[in-house]
């Protein structure tokens, strides 16, 4: 059982594979937890068919035993960013050729009820406030990203549904479903624009020139100030040394440039069943219009109008 934070909020955000807890959204769960929010992380695989990133580790013995390695990076991850983490327990799909299936066995293969089932028993146990996870795309076409965004859509919706997974708990309605925003076009476009007009040399010149023609980007409907956790976010994942080359990619661009032009991390917000106090959480599940919101627990602190019984139930759609 998860010993609750007395009256606290209660975060989960749901990843496919450890370190992309680090990469995406990682700042954003460093301040809500140094903040007091009960932050858990929900891994769906074991990594163990991603690849060794960083040179000096690309060692047989590393890639031998690389399920237990990136065990041991997720757990050092954790924490640094001062968050709970679960696995789920499915094996890494890992990432097949246009004509190769997908390894038997694998997350990506699995019945999307049936993967489901585990998160919404840590659902009904947890009983989160707000839920993160990636958009249908599943940020980028890995089929473990496009599965978790299924998986954690389906237990969003399950774990409210008492006739569904009877066996796994009294039934608990998340408030918000949001999907993550990060490493975007405008992030990257932002950030080179920052760096050239400065001087600065600048690798995303390449990358941006080989975007791949995807669809518009959902619209920003949330923006958490977190800069001052870029630190955190970096050093967290830096745990993940397998997958990470110091000085390279991600971890090249000076955090200066980063704090002054985009201090934030962006959400969408999917799904509310919170009445807007102040017309910021009035965007709809379709990213209406609306004010941009600077919290996810907006319509969800003490004072914001709900009754406390509906707040500790996280019964919220009065």
Request: glycine share 10%; net charge negative; aromatic share 6%.
């Amino acid at each position: 059982m998860f010993t609750k934070h007395p009256g606290g909020l209660r975060l989960l955000t749901v990843h496919a594979h450890p370190d992309d807890e680090s990469s995406k959204g990682a700042a954003t769960l460093a301040r809500y937890a140094a903040e007091g929010v009960d932050v858990l992380v929900v891994t769906c695989t074991g990594g163990e068919r991603g690849s060794v990133l960083n040179p000096e580790l690309d060692r047989p013995e590393i890639r031998a035993d690389l399920a237990r390695v990136r065990s041991a990076e997720m757990a050092a991850a954790r924490e640094i960013l001062g968050v709970r983490q679960e696995f789920l327990g499915f094996v890494d799909s890992g990432m097949p050729g246009a004509d190769e299936p997908l390894p038997e066995g694998c997350f990506a293969v699995q019945p999307v009820e049936v993967a489901a089932a585990p998160l919404v028993a840590l659902i009904r146990e947890f009983r989160p406030h707000v839920v993160i996870t990636y958009d249908e795309t599943g940020g980028y076409p890995h089929p473990d990203h496009v599965m978790t965004h299924k998986v954690a859509v389906e237990a969003f919706e399950a774990a409210a549904d008492p006739g569904r997974h009877p066996e796994s708990g009294e039934p608990w309605q998340a408030a918000k479903l949001y999907y993550h925003l990060a490493l975007s076009r405008a992030w990257f476009q932002t950030l080179h624009d920052a760096m050239t007009e400065r001087g600065i040399p600048s690798e995303m010149g390449g990358l941006l020139a080989e975007w791949p023609d995807t669809p518009p980007a959902l619209a920003t409907t949330t923006r958490i100030e977190c800069a001052e956790q870029f630190a955190v976010r970096d050093a967290a994942m830096l745990a993940h040394a397998t997958q990470v080359q110091p000085g390279v990619a991600f971890m090249a661009h000076p955090r200066s440039v980063e704090r002054e032009v985009w201090p934030t991390e962006e959400y969408h917000l999917a799904r509310t069943f919170v009445p807007s106090p102040d017309g910021a959480a009035g965007v709809d599940a379709a990213g209406g219009a609306g004010a941009v919101e600077t919290d996810l627990f907006v319509g969800l602190r003490a004072g914001a109008g709900l009754s406390q019984s509906s707040f500790d139930q996280g019964r919220l759609i009065s």
